[in-house]
T-cell receptor, first 115, second 116 residues
Framework: AQKVTQAQTEISVVEKEDVTLDCVYE???????LFWYKQPPSGELVFLIR??????QNEISGRYSWNFQKSTSSFNFTITASQVVDSAVYFC????????????FGKGTKLSVKP | KAGVTQTPRYLIKTRGQQVTLSCSPI?????VSWYQQTPGQGLQFLFE???????NKGNFPGRFSGRQFSNSRSEMNVSTLELGDSALYLC???????????????FGPGTRLTVL
């Protein structure tokens, strides 16, 4: 069965701190896709990044970086020098290679960045 | 391009009633998925439509149904509403068919349904 676990329910940091959001997944498939989404208070889910199971290369995009490790089934997300605007709920999601349009989401991590 | 739109944004119904929610995908996207978000269960997949056909279905009772029209717009219907159906219902559109799993889904702002 597929499963995504985000063990951190809530995280609170002070502006300019670095913060890492953890994501652990379970799947029996060898082909799968991992995603991170951000949900601000407005409610709309905003796509951040996609990674496929064959590409373990880490990625950096501005203040965001992602660490994908198949050996530990983890796909962690780090925000460097956090800002108040980063406050949101962040979701990690999994999609198997053969399925269509069916994202399995973790429970989400609520990040609060205080000034 | 315009994003995914959902109507209405807010809805209040009473137990036993039925409700229809609407979703217009991004122009050119033929796949539409629906998700239910509640504080207890989180985000759960309801169903996905592609070219007017239901392609995938989550683990929800038959009271939840949907359809897709030839212009890719989709509706979902919940009959005999229960208190537990109160949730944010999110619609997502995706670019096309083959290899859909590797492509990101673009979400609408959601419809907040309250059942009294």
């Amino acid at each position: 069965a597929q499963k995504v676990t985000q063990a951190q329910t809530e995280i609170s940091v002070v502006e300019k701190e670095d913060v890492t959001l953890d994501c652990v997944y379970e799947t029996r498939d060898t082909t799968y896709y991992l995603f991170w989404y951000k949900q601000p208070p407005s409610g709309e889910l905003v796509f951040l990044i996609r990674r496929n199971s064959f590409d373990e290369q880490n990625e950096i995009s501005g203040r965001y970086s992602w660490n994908f490790q198949k050996s530990t089934s983890s796909f962690n997300f780090t925000i460097t020098a956090s800002q108040v605007v980063d406050s949101a709920v962040y979701f990690c999601a999994l999609n198997q290679g053969g399925s269509q349009g069916n994202l399995i989401f973790g429970k989400g991590t609520k990040l609060s960045v205080k000034p | 391009k315009a994003g995914v739109t959902q109507t209405p944004r807010y809805l209040i119904k009473t137990r036993g009633q039925q409700v229809t929610l609407s979703c217009s995908p991004i122009s050119g996207h033929r796949s539409v998925s629906w998700y239910q978000q509640t504080p207890g269960q989180g985000l759960q997949f309801l169903f996905e439509y592609f070219s007017e056909t239901q392609r995938n279905k989550g683990n929800f009772p038959g009271r939840f149904s949907g359809r897709q029209f030839s212009n890719s717009r989709s509706e979902m219907n919940v009959s005999t509403l229960e208190l537990g159906d109160s949730a944010l219902y999110l619609c997502a559109s995706q670019d096309s068919g083959v290899g859909a799993a590797r492509r990101e889904q673009f979400f609408g702002p959601g419809t907040r349904l309250t059942v009294l």
